[in-house]
């Protein structure tokens, strides 16, 4: 680690084609053609050392196979791909050391073992001494809060529990770059919030982390910067404060009991992208302007109308505006 | 690197405490033992005694490479652990052939085991008048079987119809193994086939240590197990390359 | 009600014979599970030509083959379990239907596949191994077979609703019990050299008897009736133990809502 190398994340032209063969039918022996899909489309991304960087996309976009090239568990079809310097196809012993990755989900660990099992094996496997990683283990798992727990089968956890030693797992080789894959989803609010937390931590220790994520509340609260990707396109790098916007920019407002000449007013109102009226009588106000809501709302209770809530929009539909005003081709 | 194949070969202890299924095998030997050593009483051929009791050991050895050691990698895939082990700084190939030296070194236990259960329920000690070689083969036995579960650990990702016919592997290999009746009172035709499977060289120089007769050429014979064990390393080494070239390039390592 | 019963159980062995076809197609049966069955057959019938008897290893062949039958419906111990993965316990207690006659239908293909490979083994084995078995007399044999085979599966329900509270011995109790059948219910050694413990045990569990009218049949050493009296414990036997077994679930079903250890999903 003597060269150091200001970006963590150097990513060109990265292209990324999955090709599947079909299975012979049953009975026959000519094989049908193979499908072929693209995960990654010619991406090109940097991250700088030290940075939160958000991937966000919606489920199928391409964030795991950016992930797995990027912990070189996938080779790209064509592209660079260099982490802290270090070609991830090539160099992997080293790029293997500096980067602990996390994917999401529960799968990954040995249930039948305890978590200070799991950690410690973990921990050779990331060359450290014995010593050493049995103080490492003890602790993480006092900073993500199993230590209670800690010699207990993993069988027994929940699901909260389980990402958590996921996380103390991803830790610890001590990696200067963190890769997350979907780390909150299926946590519970509670459980996610913490998450933040650590995540904030780890940044103020000077880690690079590389996180991707559907939910963009979570990018806008954790990241530095964003990039969005979809169906393994680049969309764009953002700062999170214009994701910020978005939400607001995009809020939906839901109602009941409108009245129709009321609905007509706000349909006038600037703004206004859409109202749509449901089978009950329920009116949904899509905005697509800042301010636009707020006025929507004075209108409603002006109006006498006190049923009403406002949500924030789904990724899908910000994708949808984003889409729409900037004309991006989306394949 | 023996740091690590010491840290591997630790925890590859800790995870078979958990798991009655990889020690099946070290469960089953006593009864099989029973059984053998029923037959030579009720036959009243005493001095097959030492059959008796190397052959369950050497099924138990066998049974436990065949299914401890020959799931490792396709238990680590199943889980979602093999991909995280691929993104880690160690070579996939000593952690799993460590883990895979340990589960060979438990199951030697068995010729213990086997050895007590004739002395403790039927009264018979089985003695070794060639102690050496009987320690010197064993050792080879190991070393040979721990490659042939490195090839099988391999296989068994790598081909579906591989784990099909994992529990059919046995028997054919005891027969051939010659673990019980020795090679030469199989049938001519199959004699040519038992040449090749290195457990026929171990199982009859084995039992050559237990009869006080003088032994002939020890040194060709502990090759032919080494020679043969050999292979099986370096098919699995190639086997679990081909692994990870398959799980680097398709993302996965789905059946072929 | 009765054919409700039928029916259930009908739907349970037809799940069964699904698991059974993602494990085997006709060729992978024959090629893996039947070569498998040859040669633990051949293995132990070979210790005949060690020991240089022709008797005995006409004794061995016979014995397991027999065996296998037994052996293939063991493997309900471990079966039993698997309706566990599926989610399918906590709505099946909350259905008025059974829980115990889904589980006695959801692993009979291992009974049919026992039969077929025992009866298969014994026959192409014989003339191999220069065993005489003067057809088509020995035909007879294949209904005892398959009723050695009941016999097993009923007992195996047994360990099968234990195992249902320790699924990780699933294994190890149905090969333990293998074995311990295989040692001491005359299928290597006559019953008669054990201890007068182990055979008195030996008498009340299955194969005991079920293999003692097989060989009987064989040999045409044995009369009418007294076939036809180790016909009958072997059944009864069977019976029993299906009796115990279906108690045995009932209670799994009734603690399990008591101690809520019946978990909904996987």
Redesign the interface.
């Known amino acids: 680690m003597t060269e150091s190398s200001p970006l963590a994340v150097a990513v060109a032209d990265l292209t990324r084609t999955?090709v599947r063969s079909r299975s012979r039918l049953p009975g026959r022996l000519k094989r049908r053609p193979p499908e072929s899909r693209t995960a990654l489309d010619a991406i090109t991304l940097t991250v700088p050392s030290g940075e939160v960087h958000g991937l966000l996309g919606p489920n199928g976009a391409g964030k795991t196979?950016l992930c797995?090239i990027l912990?070189?568990?996938?080779?790209p079809t064509s592209g660079i791909a260099k982490v802290f310097g270090h070609d991830v196809v090539v160099s992997t012993?080293r790029v293997?050391?500096l980067?602990g990755?996390v994917?999401g989900?529960e799968?990954?660990?040995?249930?039948?073992?305890t978590a200070r099992?799991n950690l410690?094996?973990?921990s050779?496997?990331?060359?450290q001494?014995?010593s050493e990683g049995a103080e490492r283990t003890a602790k993480l798992l006092e900073r993500l809060g199993l230590e209670e727990r800690a010699d207990e089968?993993v069988e027994t956890f929940s699901r909260g529990m389980k990402q958590r030693l996921h996380l103390a797992?991803g830790l610890v080789?001590n990696p200067r770059l963190l890769i997350l894959d979907e780390p909150t989803v299926g946590l519970d609010p509670a459980a996610a919030r913490d998450f933040r937390g650590l995540v904030r931590q780890l940044r103020a220790e000077g880690r690079t982390i590389l996180l991707t994520t559907h939910d963009m509340t979570e990018a806008e609260e954790l990241c530095d910067r964003v990039t969005l990707i979809d169906s393994g396109k680049l969309l764009g790098t953002e700062d999170p404060r214009t994701i910020g916007e978005w939400l607001s920019a995009w809020e939906r407002v839901t109602a009941e009991g409108v009245p129709a000449e009321l609905i007509d007013r706000i349909r006038k109102v600037e703004g206004v992208a859409g109202v749509e009226i449901d089978s009950e009588g329920r009116i949904t106000v899509e905005t697509a302007g800042d301010g636009t809501s707020a006025a929507v709302l004075s209108l409603l209770v002006d109006g006498g109308v006190t049923s009403l809530s406002t949500s924030r929009p789904s990724l899908e539909e910000v994708y949808l505006h984003l889409i729409g005003s900037r004309g991006l081709n989306v394949g | 690197m023996i740091r690590l194949a010491l840290a591997m070969a630790r925890f590859q202890i800790a995870a078979m405490r958990r798991s009655p299924h990889d020690l099946m095998a070290l469960v089953n030997a006593p009864l099989f033992t029973v059984i053998f050593l029923a037959i030579v009483r009720y036959t009243g051929r005493d001095d097959l005694t030492g059959y008796a009791v190397l052959a369950p050991a050497m099924i138990t050895v066998f049974a436990m490479a065949l299914l401890a050691s020959g799931e490792i990698i396709a238990n680590d895939r199943t889980d979602g652990r093999l991909e995280l082990l691929v993104a880690s700084p160690s070579p996939v190939a000593v952690v799993v052939l460590s883990r895979i030296a340990m589960i060979t070194l438990v199951s030697l236990v068995s010729v213990a085991e086997c050895w007590l259960v004739a002395r403790v329920l039927f009264g018979k000690a089985v003695a070794v008048p060639h102690p050496w070689l009987f320690v010197g083969t064993l050792a080879a036995i190991g070393l040979a079987m721990a490659g042939t579960a490195s090839a099988m650990a391999g296989l068994f990702v790598l081909t579906r119809s591989a784990r099909t016919f994992q529990n059919s592997l046995s028997y054919p290999f005891y027969i051939l193994g010659g673990v019980l009746v020795p090679p030469a009172l199989l049938p001519e035709w199959l004699r040519p086939l038992t040449q090749v499977v290195f457990l026929s060289w171990g199982t009859d120089l084995l039992r050559d240590s237990l009869s006080e007769a003088p032994v002939q050429r020890v040194l060709p014979r502990i090759a032919a197990v080494i020679v043969l064990g050999g292979t099986g390393f370096l098919l699995g080494a190639w086997l679990i390359h081909r692994v990870l070239l398959k799980v680097r390039n398709d993302g996965t390592v789905s059946h072929a | 009600m009765i054919s409700d019963g039928l029916r259930i159980l009908r739907y349970a062995a037809a799940s069964g014979f699904a698991d059974f076809r993602t494990i085997y197609t006709v060729r992978t049966w024959i090629t893996g599970w039947l070569f498998r069955v040859l040669c633990q057959v051949s293995f132990f019938a070979l210790i005949g030509r060690l020991i240089d008897s022709p008797e005995y290893t006409e004794y061995l062949l016979i014995g397991n083959a027999v065996m296998i039958a037994a052996m293939e419906s063991l493997f309900v111990v471990a079966s039993t379990s698997w309706e566990r993965w599926t989610g399918s316990v906590p709505l099946l207690i909350a259905a008025p239907a059974s829980l115990a006659l889904v589980l006695c239908g959801r692993s009979v293909q291992w009974l049919a596949s026992g039969t077929a490979s025992a009866t298969l083994a014994l026959f192409l084995l014989s003339p191999l191994f220069g065993v005489d078995l003067r057809l088509p007399m020995a035909l007879v044999v294949i209904p005892l077979i398959a009723l050695v085979g009941l016999s097993t599966y009923c007992f195996g329900l047994i360990l099968g609703g234990l195992v249902l509270r320790a699924d990780s011995l699933r294994n190890v109790v149905g090969n333990l019990t293998m074995l311990s059948l295989m040692a001491i219910s005359g299928a290597q050694v006559p019953v008669s050299v054990w201890p007068d413990w182990l055979q008195a045990l030996s008498a009340v569990l299955p194969v005991h008897h079920g293999l003692a009218a097989i060989r009987g049949v064989l040999s045409a050493e044995m009369g009418f009736t007294e076939v036809l009296m180790h016909v009958g414990m072997e059944a009864i036997v069977g019976t029993a133990s299906l009796g115990v077994a279906i108690l045995g679930f009932k209670r799994f079903a009734e603690s399990g809502r008591r101690s809520g250890a019946i978990e909904f999903g996987s």
Request: hydrophobic fraction near 35%.
């Open positions: 999955f196979t797995k912990s070189t568990v996938l080779i012993t293997r050391p980067v990755v994917l989900g799968r990954g660990l040995y249930t039948r073992l099992q410690m094996y973990w050779a496997l990331y060359r001494p014995t089968r797992r080789g």
